[in-house]
Nanobody, 125 residues
């Protein structure tokens, strides 16, 4: 059974940092484009970062650019999202997903076929 298990969420204060980690099981994801999505109450789900299979190509949403860093360790088949300078508006449910498509073809959520359970990130002022 394929599972993507996220960890690292929690309650922090504005300006703090968190690192989200996703460890998959059930199959290898080193050939997949991996993405982090988030959804805040009353808002649509958005892709805030994605990383290509070799770790070179990366995308960041404007809302997190310069503060968040996505990375992957293919030896461990693990993907990370380092979130610095967190803001109250970063409060959301964060979810990790895997797409079999290449980096340029994986902008839409519909290209992701494996999804994690998600983790809540709450930033207080």
């Amino acid at each position: 059974q394929v599972q993507l298990v996220e960890s690292g969420g929690g309650l922090v204060q504005a300006g703090d940092s968190l690192r989200l980690t996703c460890v998959p099981s059930g199959r290898a994801f080193t050939a997949y484009t991996m993405g982090w999505f988030r959804q805040a109450p009353g808002q649509e789900r958005e892709c805030i970062a994605r990383i290509g299979r070799n770790g070179i190509f990366k995308y960041y949403a404007d809302s997190v650019k310069g503060r968040f860093t996505i990375s992957r360790d293919n030896d461990k088949d693990t993907v990370y999202l380092l979130m610095n300078k967190l803001k109250v508006e970063d409060t959301a449910f964060y979810c990790y997903a895997a797409s079999p498509d290449g980096f340029e073809s994986s902008a839409a959520a519909s290209s992701y076929i494996y999804w994690g359970q998600g983790t809540q990130v709450t930033v207080s002022s």
